[in-house]
C-alpha cells in the first residue's frame, strides 16, 4: 500500500472515531484531606471535549487523499 492511502484510511478512522466519541475521557486523582499520616484521594474523571468539525474535516480529509490517490494510480 501506499502511504498516502494508509494517512487516508487513518485520517477516516480518526474522522469516525471523533465522531462516535464525541471527546476522550480521563481519570485523575486529587487529594482530598492531608492530615498528618491520614490521607484521603478522590478519583475525578475530566473529559477533553472534541468538537464534531474536527472528525469532520478528518473524515473529509481522509476521503479526498483517497480519491486524489486511487486518479493518480
Known sequence: MKTQTIAAIILIAIGIMAFAYQGISYTT?????????????AD???TFPLPP?????????????????????
Open 53 to 73: 468539525i474536527v472528525g469532520a474535516v478528518a473524515l473529509v480529509g481522509g476521503i479526498i487523499l483517497l480519491v486524489v490517490g486511487k486518479k493518480n494510480t
Open 29 to 41: 486523582k486529587e487529594k482530598v484531606i492531608d492530615i498528618g499520616p491520614i490521607e484521603m484521594t
Open 44 to 46: 475525578s474523571t475530566k
